[in-house]
């Protein structure tokens, strides 16, 4: 079964992580970007 987990930053994704080490689940992340407080995203390929 798949489970999905949503987190947004850093130090909520190593958090995440950190509870899913002692699974023998697969984990597979997916990163995407969001815009900071000036409407620019911070990932550079993200940039259109």
């Known amino acids: 079964m798949v489970e999905f987990k949503e987190v947004e930053g ?3 994704l190593k958090s ?3 509870s ?6 697969p984990v ?3 990163f995407t ?6 409407g620019k995203s911070w990932c550079p390929d993200c940039v259109t």
């Open 20 to 25: 899913l080490e002692k699974s023998d689940k």
């Open 33 to 38: 970007g969001s815009k900071d407080s000036s």
């Open 16 to 18: 995440e992580l950190k």
């Open 10 to 12: 850093y130090d909520s």
């Open 28 to 30: 597979f992340v997916l």
